[in-house]
């Protein structure tokens, strides 16, 4: 049996929100990105891929067997702050499907692209499980950003 609320009781106040503490001069920010390695994380494989060898024809096995592998695309593991700005700049200029359309392209680049175009299995499920992922992170990036993580 559920507990039920007693409407005598007050609410918990909610915690005092913490004043960031502003800088004493300008914000400095690089032109050039730091050179740190990006963190990736797997985002989807595409199954049964063929191998293509140096000559650009695929490869075969010694049966003549044409070779497929799977292939893993990735995506980065945390959103860099300038993404997740240009995600706020894209949502203010465009709306949120616009925003998640144009993070696509930032956060997978042309060649995850083309190969989620290409895949001819992919269901609308997988479609929106790979939308939904990019989305959590834009949004989550954004939030960290304007301090409500």
């Known amino acids: 049996m ?30 050039k990105a730091p050179e740190v390695e990006v963190e990736m994380e797997a985002l989807f494989v595409l199954e049964d891929q063929p191998v293509i060898g140096e000559d650009g024809y695929q490869e075969v096995d010694e049966d003549g067997t044409p070779r497929v592998e799977d292939v893993t695309y990735s995506i980065p593991k945390d959103v860099p702050p300038n993404l997740a700005m240009r995600y706020l700049r894209d949502v203010r200029a465009g709306g949120d499907q616009y925003a998640v359309a144009e993070a696509f392209a930032l956060l997978l680049g042309e060649h995850t692209l083309d190969a989620l175009a290409e895949a001819e299995g992919m269901t609308d499920e997988n479609m929106q499980q790979v939308m939904d ?7 989550s990036a954004t939030s960290k950003a304007l301090g409500n993580s």
């Open 133 to 139: 992922i990019v989305e959590v992170k834009m949004t």
């Open 2 to 31: 559920p507990k039920k609320k007693n409407p005598n009781r007050p609410a918990r106040p909610a915690a005092p929100r913490v004043r960031p503490q502003l800088p004493d001069g300008p914000v400095r920010i690089g032109a």
